[in-house]
């Protein structure tokens, strides 16, 4: 499972790229270690219930 990739992994910064409106919109979030893995989460569960296409990567 793709976030099982994610997580398993210490993340010290994701992108979220999200395709909307025809546009490509990047955030970059700095994240704590502590937080992580519940934040990594809360974005895939939001991006899984969204219309458009949205993906995460590491940096």
């Known amino acids: ?3 099982d990739f994610f997580c398993s992994f210490v993340l010290t910064r994701v992108v979220l790229q999200e395709f909307f409106e025809d546009k490509f919109i990047c955030y970059t979030l700095d994240l704590l270690a ?11 569960t939001r991006l899984s219930k969204l219309n ?3 993906w ?4």
């Not at 502590?34 to 895939?44: D, H, M, N, V, W």
């Not at 995460?56 to 940096?59: N, P």
Request: proline share 0%.
């Open 1 to 3: 499972m793709l976030l």
């Open 34 to 44: 502590e937080q992580e893995q519940k934040l990594l989460i809360s974005l895939y």
């Open 52 to 54: 458009h296409i949205g």
């Open 56 to 59: 995460l990567y590491m940096l």
